[in-house]
Structure formats: C-alpha cells, structure tokens
C-alpha cells in the first residue's frame, strides 16, 4: 500500500484516517489520499470516496465531497472547496463549490488534473496545459508554448516541470516570491498558497 499526500492545502490531524472513517484496504494496492483544504478522497484503482473532515463538519461543505455516483476515475486532485478528476475515459469532472467558473472543466481528453486554491488545471495527452476558475490575478495564463511532464497550484497561479529539460517554469500572482524558480532540472514539483519545492535530481529538495 503506497498512500500519497498529493495536495498542500490541507493540514492533516493526528489521526486523520480514523477521523474520517475511511477503512483502507490491504497491502499490495497503490492507494492515492489526495487532500484538499477541508476534504480528502481515497482513489483505490479507478474507485473514489471522498469525505468531509469532521472537525470541520457542515459549516466548510460545499459538496466537495459529494464525487458522482459511480464515477471511475484515472487521477484526482482536491482543491480548496472543490474536487476535479480524469475519469478512465479521459473527460474531466469537477463538482463542489456551486461556482460556475470553478466547476466547467473544458471538453477533450486529459492525462491529470491539478486543483488549487483559486484556479484548475489539466494536461493534455501532449502535456500542454488548459486553466480555468477564478483568473483575476493571472492564474489561467499558463504558457501556451509549452509542454508540461507536471503541474502544481499556489495561490494565485502554478508552476510546472517542462517535459524538455525538467526546469520549472511558474505564471499568475506572485505574492512571496513563487514565481521565482531556479533554472535547475527537477524530477517532481509541490506547491503551496505561497511556496513551492521541487527535488533535484541529486535527490535534495530545493524550495522558492
């Protein structure tokens, strides 16, 4: 079982799994725990359950949680009061916040999909990347031009890894300086409201 923390917006309890009452299953299964501001889902191969955290309870639930009835999904990403996911066809479904702008996912066929605080993106098979939601601070102008092997949100934009030489390259609203990315090969990327990291190839992590 490989559990994978794939969202910063969140803060996990002591306790979290027991919390929200998910009952994993047995070793040998890769298991995604994708956490979003006030939600997590488990992805278990194409299977989805998503929960509200109780602590937070009803006053933070926007239908976040409420992932559509049998949905089968290739990847899932939790953002601040929203879920997006690639279902096994390709297509994109978000629900959650009753936002149109946050919930229309754009037509075609996607490889992931990366939620955050304020915006949603997705690759497409050739890695270029599609935003959408809240763009008032420059969080949609992602690169045209360029193809991406990965995304991470922060507050007001993103970053992403270029598939040609692995070097971030980040847009939108810089608050504290995240738009700053070393011009260093990286083999993975995270973000935060208000920062991000990324592992070298040396295995060091290297934060901005």
Partial sequence: MILHMASP??????????????????????IVLEAGHTHVCLQDGPELDCRIVDRVADSWDYGQASEPEGIRVRTVSA??????????DRTLACWGWEDA???EAPGGR???VHAGSNNTCALDADGYATCWSACYWGECDVPQDVAFSTLAMTGHGGCGLRDSDGIAECWGQAQLGEDRAPAVPLLSISASSAAVCGLEQDSR????
């Avoid at 992590?205 to 901005?208: I, T, Y």
């Fill in 101 to 103: 702008e946050r919930l």
């Fill in 205 to 208: 992590v290297l934060c901005w």
């Fill in 110 to 112: 996607f490889r992931s």
């Fill in 79 to 88: 953002g601040y009061g929203w879920t997006c996911a690639v279902r096994t």
């Fill in 9 to 30: 917006w969140f803060t996990a309890p002591v306790g979290l799994i027991v919390l929200i009452g998910f009952v994993l299953p047995g070793c040998g299964q890769e």
